[in-house]
């Protein structure tokens, strides 16, 4: 009769080895911060060149060259679609009436849906381009809506806000355009 070969003594703590190493990762990312932050890798690059058609009959369309020269200005990417947007509507009206320049961009937006949000939540925006194809958006690193972007007076990006803007936040977007005017 053959006697089976005895496995090496290390084996027995294997188990036991890995299920404290995942009690490690799992406590490690208990205790430290949770970060949301995403670092966009436009920032301190010019917006690209793109020239959009006009979204609305009230406002003109909208291309990269508007950017240079003038003072920075808040560059919104939205949807008539966006329930976030709808939220950040009044924000955005708010920064308006503080003087604070806003081109939007609509994404993915039927002309009639997008007058029906303006005419329903506001229209703080002094040019609206619209973007069928997300071709605009995903250029300058955006990957959803709502989502901001503070643009200084040479067409650079300089702050990505991602998500809608809060009541809150509203001095902290005020000073990225201050910064972006330095």
Not at 6 to 35: D, E, I, Q, S
Not at 73 to 86: H, K, Q, T
Request: contains cysteine; aromatic residues 8%.
């Amino acid at each position: 009769m053959s006697e089976k070969p005895k496995a090496p003594r290390w084996t027995l703590w294997l188990p036991l080895a890995l299920f404290a190493g995942f009690v490690v990762l799992v406590v490690g990312g208990l205790v430290r911060p949770k970060n949301n932050d995403i670092a966009s890798q436009m920032i301190g690059k010019p917006l690209p060149a793109f020239s959009l058609p006009a979204g609305s009959d009230s406002r003109p369309a909208l291309d990269a060259a508007h950017f240079k020269g003038g003072k920075p200005r808040l560059l919104n990417i939205f949807a008539s679609w966006c329930i976030p947007c709808r939220a950040e509507a009044p924000v955005l009206e708010e920064l308006r009436r503080a003087g604070v320049e806003i081109d939007g961009i609509a994404i993915r937006d039927r002309r009639e849906d997008l007058a029906a949000f303006l005419g329903q939540y506001g229209n703080p925006y002094a040019r609206i381009g619209v973007d069928d194809v997300s071709r605009v958006q995903l250029a300058i690193g955006s990957s959803g809506v709502p989502e901001t972007f503070v643009i200084d007076a040479q067409g650079t990006i300089r702050y990505q806000h991602i998500g809608d803007i809060r009541p809150d936040q509203i001095p902290m977007i005020l000073d990225k355009l201050k910064e972006a005017g330095q």
